[in-house]
């Protein structure tokens, strides 16, 4: 199914009363420097302390009655985690999380002051996905993916609808990549309210395989993770993101450690 700004309207009316409208914040300094208007829209305000809120409560709380009952899993790098484990308690869902070992202590201990059981496993987001997934078959829970889900993505996407509400100008947007949810749900949105829009994704160098998964026409996946950028250190995009990506995204840049740094 394809996500459509319909989808993402009815994900906001769903999140109403559990997520904030996220402020848009100016950057003198660096917009000075360009010449241009920089805004900043601060996600990281969010319940949750990201993003992932909204994409993780939209999924869960379409579940069955029974899905609820057994419970979700998901695998994270620390934002999905306590996303998800935010979205379950406040459903009154059980939730287990499995993270890399060298996820930050910060976000192991928000995730588990959620509620959600905890399981450190694998040396990177895709190790731990392969642990979560064996977990999920022998407890019979419902998974909960960070980027590869259309309810996620519609989620992601009420991102999009209060930029483009709140600024009809904008003529640039540009967007972290890990797997490609949050670009695909704002890129739906933006480009279906404000055509004009220039949308422009950004990967770590060190894991960007976002660019050679377009020119291959498939999701390829990338050797080996290596940046400081841990939260979109993804491997591999997915089947679901990168048509859209391919589809929506005017351009794909890379930019290395030194200049995560600057």
Known sequence: MTVTLADIQRARVLLHDVIYPTPLLPDERLGGELGVKVVYKAENTQRSGSFKLRGA???IASLSAQERLNGVIAHSAGNHA????LAAQLLGIPATIVMPIHAPLT???STRRYGAEVILAGE???DAGATAYQIQEARKLTFVHAFNDDR????QGT???????ALPDVTTMIVPIGGGGLISGIATALKAMLPQVRVIGVQAAGCAPVQASLAAGTPVTWPSAHTIADGIAVKRPGDK???IINQLVDE??????DEICR
């Open 57 to 59: 409560y939209t999924t």
């Open 82 to 85: 306590q996303g998800v484990a």
């Open 107 to 109: 976000k192991v201990m």
């Open 124 to 126: 990177s987001f895709d």
């Open 152 to 155: 996620v993505i519609a989620g």
């Open 159 to 165: 991102i999009g609808l209060e930029i483009g509400e």
């Open 241 to 243: 993101t990168l048509p």
């Open 252 to 257: 794909i840049v890379t930019v290395d450690d």
